[in-house]
């Protein structure tokens, strides 16, 4: 009996339908978008379609002057594109493990670089940590999501859910932190004895704190973000 024929690797994995809605995993990497209106992903994201879709940049006035500005300020580089009309979008971002979130009149901050694609039914504002500009090159932004909808957000391997409560706070690197609850606002802390440690050869080791009632969302990674390269 023959194995590893074409036949098999397609039968493999071929794209399968799981009528999961608007938003499915097509494997835990992949988003698959069921169009029928439109949707806004990370820029770059679109790894292939299928069915009439128009595909557009986010304009500079898109969201208002406000938002443009504090999207220059930031130096972020992962600008949206809005994909309108019918068919299947295929969405990654470098290999990232892809979580599906449905927001029910609730709200979350995502890091800027792990947002992937979420409905225009979502309210959304682009949040810098002024704070901590100074001690990271560019800082650190985020994006606060709100209302109802669905969101897909993205982390290096799996993520991992901390809950946070008043008695117990809980302590990130802010390269690893991926999401939080929309409630919390963390403060930045930082610790000069703590980069012995870590071989930082350059600045205090910086750390997100987050008090209060919530949840934060890490990953076993340091992401470096393209504002702190330049």
């Known amino acids: 009996m023959s194995r590893y024929t074409i036949e098999d690797f397609v039968n493999q994995t071929q794209q399968q339908d799981k009528g999961e809605g608007l938003f499915e995993l097509e494997n835990p990497r992949m988003l698959e978008i069921n169009l029928t209106?439109?949707?806004w992903a990370k820029a770059g994201a679109m790894i292939s379609y299928r069915g009439k879709i128009k595909f557009e940049r986010e304009g500079i006035l898109e969201h208002g002057l406000g938002k443009m500005f504090k999207k220059a300020f930031t130096g972020e580089g992962s600008s949206l594109m809005?994909?309108?009309?019918?068919?299947?979008l295929y969405l990654a971002d470098q290999g990232k493990k892809i979580s599906i979130l449905r927001l029910q009149g609730d709200s979350i901050f995502v890091n800027g670089n792990d947002l992937l694609a979420f409905e225009p039914s979502i309210k959304w504002d682009i949040k810098l940590m002024k704070k901590v500009a100074g001690m990271l090159s560019g800082g650190l932004f985020n994006v606060r999501l709100e209302g109802s909808g669905m969101v897909a957000i993205t982390s290096h391997y799996e993520p991992l859910t901390l809950l946070v409560t008043p008695d117990n706070p809980v302590f990130t690197d802010p390269n690893a932190t991926v999401a939080w609850s929309g409630n919390l606002?963390?403060?930045f802390v930082t610790d000069v004895s703590f980069k012995t440690f870590i071989g930082r050869g350059s600045g205090e080791s910086i750390q997100m704190k987050f008090s209060g009632n919530g949840f934060v969302v890490v990953q076993p990674f340091e992401e470096v973000y393209l504002s702190q390269q330049s």
Not at 82 to 88: E, S, V, Y
């Open 37 to 39: 209106n439109q949707i």
């Open 185 to 187: 606002q963390p403060e």
């Open 82 to 88: 809005k994909a309108t009309g019918n068919g299947k």
